[in-house]
């Protein structure tokens, strides 16, 4: 998990000093959907876990070099 916030940390610096200051907005908002899927499934209500797990997939099949 270090290695991924590491590299995460990272491209977040490149993009804002290229000028993309809505990154950190992003990442906040993602990982607040996480944070969100994790509470609701130890609630018992598994559907937005399952269906975050499901586009995530799907964004990096589609993804090259991802």
């Known amino acids: 998990m ?3 916030l590491r590299v995460t940390r990272s491209q977040i610096t ?3 000093r290229a000028g993309r ?3 950190w ?3 906040a908002l ?3 959907l ?3 899927a994790m509470r609701k499934r130890a609630a018992g209500d598994e559907r937005l876990w399952g269906d975050l797990l499901r586009y995530a997939q799907d ?3 589609r993804a090259p070099g991802a």
Request: hydrophobic residues 50%.
């Open 2 to 4: 270090e290695f991924w």
């Open 14 to 16: 490149k993009e804002i």
């Open 21 to 23: 200051t809505d990154t």
């Open 25 to 27: 907005a992003a990442f």
């Open 30 to 32: 993602v990982v607040r």
């Open 34 to 36: 996480f944070r969100e």
């Open 59 to 61: 964004v990096v099949d």
